[in-house]
């Protein structure tokens, strides 16, 4: 298996060697890959049962009910 330091750096070296029509075609696809990453993501995290009901009520809960983790953990 490859390095990503290793995929970069051959990234990079054909980056070089790109028209800027063709980095523009590059670019567009890289921001279509990471959109794909991110929504498949993001399904896998709404795929959890009760996960999106239990952020929304989070969010709802106020400060104050929060405490530091500063007073929770003193091994950190």
Avoid: C, H
Avoid at 20 to 31: G, K, N, T
Avoid at 46 to 63: C, D, F, H, M
Wanted: proline letters at 3%; aromatic letters at 6%.
């Amino acid at each position: 298996m490859v390095s990503v330091a290793e995929l970069q750096r051959q990234l990079n070296d054909s980056l070089k060697q790109l028209s800027p029509e063709r980095l523009q075609v590059l670019a567009d696809f890289a921001a279509y890959l990471a959109n794909a990453e991110s929504e498949a993501a993001t399904q896998e995290l709404l795929a959890i049962p009760g996960l999106l009901e239990r952020v929304k009520q989070n969010q709802t809960t106020s400060k104050t009910q929060y405490s530091s983790w500063r007073t929770l953990r003193s091994d950190v």
